[in-house]
């Protein structure tokens, strides 16, 4: 992602097509997006499988209510 932001910044030093840097912009968001789910799911699964074998319904509610938002 971090490549993909030096990329716009570069096209739009450059004044590249407008509809270039708004592909790259949404490629980048995509990407911010999809490691944003990654993270929900991944700490939901610590949620759902705790080392002590509880789960804490109040992180669950939490992360739901945070994944929530993301849609």
């Known amino acids: 992602m971090e490549g993909q932001v030096r990329g716009i910044e570069r096209m739009l030093d450059e004044r590249a097509d407008c509809h270039a840097i708004v592909q790259q ?4 968001r995509a990407a911010l997006d999809r490691s944003m789910v990654h993270l929900m799911v991944s700490s ?3 949620c759902l499988r705790p080392e002590d074998g509880t789960a804490d319904e109040s992180e669950l509610r939490r992360l ?3 994944f ?4």
């Open 44 to 46: 939901m699964a610590q």
């Open 25 to 28: 912009m949404a490629a980048a």
């Open 64 to 66: 739901g209510e945070t």
């Open 68 to 71: 929530a938002k993301l849609l």
